[in-house]
């Protein structure tokens, strides 16, 4: 098993590095990220022992069953699921560092109250719905602009960049469009230099089109079932989308 693991690690880190020399981008501008959803913490450990540092789940439920097993193993832990305001508790609890997958006002207000209560501050990205997919989260392009000058006004909130899941499409080129347009949307936001907002972070690419992502100047590469292997349970079981973080 942690043979298996450790195997699949050097194999996305060799795309990584392939993709990047392509590109003609250095190694250290792209993020390994591993989605841990439905795996074991036992799992999870051996890529972390491995020298993976960045993990992230797609469910608070999994976040709470995992904490205490995981705590001890130096790690930075995002989120990546759709988040309902009525978990923002539990994210800060268990010591999320980044939340990827903030899409709507009302949440960024209520985490802002709640990070104020706690004398907090997190990092969060924006997610775009670069699809125009009914089934994915995410704000509409034509509306992040917005979005990010309204979350901007909220002081414990750290915008680093944008994330986005892409069309799910054997189309390498319908695929890279959707990365294209998170690109452009960043370079629009960075145009419009709005205070206290940083824009370093472009989270998108999975196992299945991550050089594609990386071309396009993804910093953060989201790999699950390719380092862990096919999970036991139908992503629909832990994913309130019709896509999957792979």
Same mark, same amino acid.
């Given at each position: @098993? ?14 990584? &590095? &392939?993709? $990047?020399?392509? +590109? ?34 797609? #469910? ?8 205490? %097993?995981?705590?001890? /193993? ?14 923002? #508790? ?9 939340? &990827? +997958?903030? *899409? ?53 909130? &750290?915008?680093?960049?944008? @994330? ?5 499409? %054997? ?6 469009? $959707? ?12 145009? %419009?230099?709005? !205070? ?6 472009? /989270?998108?690419? @999975?196992?299945? *089109?991550?050089?594609? %992502? ?17 999970? !036991?349970?139908? *992503? /629909?079981?832990?994913?309130?989308? /019709?896509?999957?973080?792979?």
């Amino acid at each position: @098993m942690s043979e298996t693991i450790e195997d699949n690690l050097h194999i996305i880190r060799n795309r990584i &590095q &392939q993709a $990047c020399q392509k +590109s003609h981008r250095s190694t250290s501008e792209v993020k390994l990220l591993l989605a841990t959803k439905t795996i074991p913490a036992e799992r999870i450990k051996i890529a972390l022992q491995a020298g993976q540092t960045l993990i992230a789940e797609n #469910k608070i439920q999994e976040l709470k069953e995992k904490y205490e %097993a995981l705590k001890n /193993s130096p790690h930075e832990n995002h989120f990546i699921g759709h988040l309902q305001t009525n978990k923002i #508790k539990d994210l800060l609890k268990y010591e999320v560092t980044c939340l &990827q +997958s903030l *899409d709507r006002l009302d949440l960024a207000e209520k985490l802002h109250q709640r990070l104020c209560f706690e004398n907090k501050k997190l990092d969060v990205l924006i997610q775009v719905n670069t699809s125009g997919e009914e089934s994915k989260f995410g704000v509409r392009p034509d509306e992040a602009l917005d979005l990010v000058q309204k979350v901007a006004r909220l002081e414990t909130l &750290q915008i680093q960049g944008l @994330m986005t899941i892409g069309l799910l499409s %054997a189309e390498t080129e319908k695929v890279r469009r $959707c990365f294209q347009l998170l690109k452009n949307i960043q370079q629009q936001i960075i145009a %419009a230099n709005i !205070p206290r907002v940083t824009m370093k972070e472009l /989270s998108m690419g @999975m196992s299945g *089109d991550m050089e594609t %992502a990386i071309e396009e100047g993804a910093t953060i590469i989201r790999v699950g079932t390719a380092v862990f292997g096919q999970r !036991p349970t139908p *992503d /629909s079981y832990y994913w309130n989308e /019709s896509v999957t973080v792979q």
